[in-house]
């Protein structure tokens, strides 16, 4: 990450070079985790987190649904296989769902706290505080987010994939 310039990114507030210096970050950030594995630690819904601050990620009602459901998943249902293959392998959203309007304030941490994270112990602190954080962020969608998972969860999964 850029440390000479601390020009907000628009969407999620990180002083991080603007937003295309916040996406440089994260995506700095995958390829760390890819190097060492315990930067890999809840690498979805890092993804997730980063996504849902950054609206150009979530335009579809897909990747929303995606994004908000995987969080949902992440925090409430950690060990629950079913949500994780709902969402990974099949996501299924009920046929009337309509996109809702996205938060204006979408958490008060950000990528950058996690970047700073110099050890696999501090990036682990640092992600499930932005994980949670986020998933506070979008508590007006919460209910949502459990029915649509459900939803998901209970749908007849798809033939021949």
């Known amino acids: ?55 150009t990620y979530i335009l579809s009602l897909k990747s929303f649904a995606a994004h908000l459901c995987g969080l949902c998943a992440a925090v409430e249902r950690p060990a629950d296989p079913r949500a994780e293959r709902a969402i990974w392998s099949d996501l299924r959203i009920p046929p009337d769902a309509v996109k809702p309007a996205v938060p204006a304030v979408r ?36 209910d949502l987010a459990r029915r649509w998972l459900d939803y998901s969860v209970a749908a007849p999964r798809r033939v021949g994939r």
């Open 1 to 55: 990450m850029p440390d000479d310039d601390r020009t907000l990114c628009p969407d999620c507030g990180a002083p991080l070079g603007g937003r295309d210096g916040c996406d440089a970050a994260f995506h700095e950030l995958g390829a760390r985790a890819i190097a060492n594995p315990g930067f890999a630690y809840r690498r979805r819904a890092v993804v997730d987190a980063y996504c849902l601050q950054h609206p």
């Open 107 to 142: 958490g008060s941490r950000t990528l950058a706290d996690v970047c700073e994270a110099a050890t696999p112990r501090a990036f682990h602190a640092a992600a499930d505080a932005w994980i949670a954080d986020v998933w506070a962020a979008w508590s007006e969608h919460h």
